[in-house]
């Protein structure tokens, strides 16, 4: 599968060890930074290009970090096409793709240890939507609010 992957300084460390992990697991990889620790950098200026490959279909999924994993979700969610959720535990992982099409993973840098934040990844990429017509009916009226955007 073809992911991408962006952090600010708040989930460096974490996004280092988990494009390893990806790569070593058989996933391209692109990486839309930050390439350097830099407590100066902001979570946008890396969040948004990634949320942007997703919605293009540039990259297939996206996985967001910061500190906190909030401002990511924030930020990726400002890209129509984009549903992003800041996920902590593995139920959420797997349902957040089968019933609602997730296609972004945010999680904090600074609240998720390298271990689990894997685990939490690799439920991700596994899962796959159901297709379910009450999914699409409820997707359906989330793209008519973006759309209303434009």
């Not at 890396?46 to 540039?58: G, I, M, N, S």
């Not at 959720?85 to 793709?97: C, E, K, P």
């Not at 998720?112 to 990429?125: E, K, M, S």
Request: proline share 3%.
């Amino acid at each position: 599968m073809r992911i991408g992957i962006a952090t600010d300084h708040g989930g460096f460390s974490l996004k280092e060890e988990l494009l390893s992990q990806l790569r070593a697991a058989g996933h391209e990889v692109v990486d839309f930074g930050a390439h350097d620790m830099s407590e100066g950098d902001d979570y946008p200026d890396y969040v948004l290009p990634l949320a942007r490959a997703v919605a293009t279909q540039e990259v297939e999924r996206g996985v967001a970090i910061c500190g906190s994993g909030v401002g990511a979700s924030v930020c990726a969610n400002k890209v129509p096409g984009i549903r992003a959720a800041l996920i902590h535990d593995h139920f959420s992982a797997r349902q957040g793709v089968e019933d609602d099409h997730m296609n972004v993973l945010c999680m904090g840098g600074r609240t998720v240890g390298p271990a689990v934040a894997w685990d939490l990844v690799q439920t991700f990429l596994a899962a796959e939507f159901s297709q379910a017509p009450r999914h699409l009916r409820r997707l359906g009226k989330i793209a008519s609010l973006e759309a209303q955007k434009e």
